[in-house]
Each structure stands twice: as structure tokens, then as C-alpha cells.
């Protein structure tokens, strides 16, 4: 790739940042942190002292308070033991920790909480981070797909600022979003017989989205492209062979993908079925309805 053919990524990219600016005015110009703690004002004590002009926040995202960003400092604390982060001591009686899977313990993006010290910064540009990868990995599909540089930066723009990514801001849906778009270029390059760029771009896509932390968004991301291989195998008609080298390629990049993410599955797989016990013990009644098998 000669080096003047990056320059559109370069471009989009620092166009990504500055669109953020108007979404999040109070971290850029006035240095807040994109953490809601004031969803303590709810509970005692801190809901003695709530101001009453208090603003309406996103009601998604009370969960950054109470749960993720202990997970992420009790991760943090564990790895600076050097141990490995298993046990979490401060919800219940304690519970598994890196079996969470929420806990996103391997997602590369993770590494801010161990470069930068202070928790809720690091949050901060944990969030950003994630809508840009959204919008910036959305070009590289747009541009992979041969769309024109003008209709790529529409479609960066607007997969970046779509609302299910900012309903989700808080939570660990968007993580896995900031990589369908290359599952999807994957699938299109090994549709059109490009298997080496395919199984690449798969094994990356595959890989980030399992670690993002949030499988249930993996597995409708997943199905949803396989109808869509489906539909265009239906209509193309090609020869077996061709289907059976596409069917090939993805197996391989697939397998590749969950043998890296193994360190995160097993523990999860292994934990599975023991929250039906947790189940049990804050509703008895209504054990019946959740069951898992592995």
C-alpha cells in the first residue's frame, strides 16, 4: 500500500475525534469525566444531600458505579499483585471474577486501566476509545467494500453516533459493535474469493468481539451475517467447491479466534452453570426458568 493511500485513514481518523466534541462537551471543554456518580444520590446517604436541580442521566448507566469499575480495579489491583484476577470479594460473598466474562479481563482497549492510574479517567478515554473504534473500523469496512472516501465518512459518522451505541455508552454492547464492521468486510472478502484478507479480518473481528465482554451480542452479530451468507450463496449459485473454500476459510479463522480467547471461555464455560445456584438463592421459585447445559 503506498504510503499516500493511508492518507484518507489519517484523516478520518482525526475527524472521528473532533465529531465526538459536540457529543461530550463537558470532557473536552471542561475537563468531566464521563463516569455517573450520581446515581448515588439515590441510596443513603448521599441521597440526603441531592441538589435538586439535578439533571436527568442516561438510566443505563448506573451500572459504571456500582459494578464495572470495581470489576476493572479489582482486575487492575490483581494484576499488579501479579496474580491472576479469579475472585471478586465485594459483590455477595464473594464471585468469580474473570468467569464474569463482562469483566472484558483480555480486551486489548483494557490496557488504559493498567497505563493510566486513576480509575474514572480511565474510563473516560476507555468510552471514547470505543466510539472511535466504532467509527473508525466502520471506514475501514466502507473502504474495503470500495465505497467512495465521501460515502465512507458518511457511514463512519453515522455507524459511530448510531443510538443503540449511545444508549449502550456504559455498557459493553458498543465494544462489540466497534467490530462488526470488519466480521462484515470479512465476510464480503471471502465471498469474493479474497480468503487470505478474509480469514484475517475475521480472526481480528472474532477475537476483539468475544474479549469486548457481552457474547449475546457476538452470537446475534453472528447469526445475523450468517443469514446474510446464506442469502448471497442462495443467490450467486456458484459452484460447490467455491462454497465449500469459503466454508473452509471461515472454519479456520474461527478456530484460530476462539483457541486466542480460550483464557476468557473456558473460565466462563466452566461458570455457567453455576449461577443457577446464585439464582436459586435470591429467587427459589423462579429457578426453572433459567437453565444451562454445557
Not at 479469579?86 to 459483590?91: I, T, V
Not at 442462495?234 to 473454500?245: I, N, W
Request: net charge positive; proline share 8%.
Amino acid at each position: 500500500m503506498r504510503p499516500r493511500s493511508l492518507a484518507p485513514y489519517f484523516l478520518q481518523a482525526a475527524l472521528l475525534l473532533l465529531a465526538l466534541v459536540p457529543i461530550y462537551p463537558g470532557v473536552f471543554l471542561r475537563g468531566e469525566l464521563l463516569v455517573p456518580a450520581s446515581y448515588l444520590y439515590d441510596f443513603a446517604p448521599w441521597s440526603y444531600h441531592k441538589p435538586e436541580d439535578l439533571p436527568r442521566q442516561n438510566p443505563l448507566g448506573f451500572e459504571v458505579s456500582f459494578a464495572v469499575s470495581v470489576w476493572y480495579r479489582l482486575t487492575d489491583d490483581a494484576f499488579s499483585r501479579g496474580e491472576w484476577p479469579l475472585w471478586n470479594p465485594l459483590q455477595f460473598m464473594g464471585a468469580p471474577l474473570l468467569a464474569n466474562f463482562q469483566t472484558a479481563v483480555f480486551y486489548p482497549p483494557r490496557l488504559l486501566f493498567r497505563l493510566v492510574n486513576d480509575t474514572d479517567i480511565a474510563m473516560t478515554l476507555y468510552i471514547l476509545l470505543r466510539f472511535w473504534l466504532c467509527g473508525f473500523n466502520a471506514f475501514i469496512c466502507a473502504r474495503l467494500l470500495h465505497l467512495k472516501t465521501p460515502f465512507a465518512n458518511l457511514f463512519s459518522f453515522a455507524y459511530m453516533l448510531a443510538g443503540y451505541n449511545l444508549l449502550w455508552t456504559f455498557y459493553p454492547p458498543p465494544d462489540v459493535m466497534a467490530w462488526l464492521p470488519l466480521l462484515f468486510a470479512a465476510t464480503e472478502s471471502m465471498l469474493n474469493s479474497r480468503y487470505r484478507l478474509g480469514i484475517a479480518l475475521l480472526t481480528i473481528g472474532l477475537t476483539m468481539s468475544i474479549l469486548a465482554g457481552h457474547p449475546s451480542s457476538v452470537m446475534m452479530g453472528c447469526l445475523g451475517l450468517g443469514m446474510y451468507v446464506a442469502a448471497r450463496l442462495l443467490v450467486s449459485r456458484g459452484p460447490f467447491t467455491r462454497t465449500l473454500r469459503l466454508f473452509s476459510a471461515a472454519a479456520a479463522a474461527i478456530a484460530l479466534s476462539l483457541a486466542i480467547c480460550a483464557v476468557q471461555l473456558l473460565p466462563f464455560f466452566e461458570y455457567m452453570p453455576q449461577m443457577e445456584l446464585f439464582i436459586y438463592r435470591m429467587d427459589p421459585e423462579g429457578v426453572s426458568r433459567y437453565k444451562y447445559s454445557i
